[in-house]
Nanobody
Framework: RVQLVESGGGSVQTGGSLRLSCAAS??????????MAWFRQVPGKDREGVAA????????SYTDSVKGRFTISQDHANNTLILQMNSLKPEDTGMYYC???????????????????WGQGTQVTISS
């Protein structure tokens, strides 16, 4: 059974940084073949794809609002997905979720419908 456990959320001021981690386990295949992503959600809105990594970690995709500020990566040795978030803004506030897909290639990597497994989320709050 796939398990995804997020950590690293918290409260910081505008311009600050946070590093989110997602510990993954239970995949029926090697971690490097798993496509993964970070999504965020605020109350009353749909879950938004923030960043994705797929094709064995060689391809990344970001939503426009975080390009140049966020970096997604995979630590294959520790089966961990990482999201480094810099220059944070109040609009980055939300619950951040880690997601995984057994597909090696994703045509729409920031679409929530492409992912089969989800973590419980970690809260990120940015104050102005």
């Amino acid at each position: 059974r796939v398990q995804l456990v997020e950590s690293g959320g918290g409260s910081v001021q505008t311009g600050g940084s946070l590093r989110l981690s997602c510990a993954a386990s239970g995949f029926p295949f090697t971690f490097s073949d798993v496509s993964m992503a970070w999504f965020r959600q605020v109350p009353g809105k749909d879950r938004e794809g923030v960043a994705a990594i797929y094709t064995g970690g060689s391809t990344t995709s970001y939503t426009d609002s975080v390009k140049g500020r966020f970096t997604i990566s995979q630590d294959h040795a520790n089966n961990t997905l990482i999201l480094q978030m810099n220059s944070l803004k109040p609009e980055d506030t939300g619950m951040y979720y880690c997601a995984a897909s057994g597909q090696w290639y994703l045509a729409s990597p920031l679409s929530a419908t492409k992912y089969d497994d989800w973590g419980q989320g970690t809260q990120v709050t940015i104050s102005s």
